[in-house]
């Protein structure tokens, strides 16, 4: 394995690991906001989605030959 590949390999898998990370956090402040704090709410709700949207799309993106279809209702 080349120098060059194994450096796009570890900062793959740094990014991957980081946006997990990032992920469990988003999920343990959505449990702790009250669903009285409907603003604040919505907006730990869409940056969890986000994140584990963006940690799937970059597994899927790295591999060709894959397709993704994204479908999110956005409430209005």
Known sequence: MSDLHQTVETFY?????TLGKLHEEALGL?????????????????TEF???LSR????NFVDSGKIMTINYDVAQ
Do not use: C, F
């Open 30 to 46: 959505k449990e702790n906001v009250e669903e009285e704090e409907l603003a604040v709410s919505e907006k730990i709700e869409r």
């Open 50 to 52: 986000a994140l584990q």
């Open 13 to 17: 898998h740094k990014v991957y690991e």
């Open 56 to 59: 799937d799309v970059l597994e």
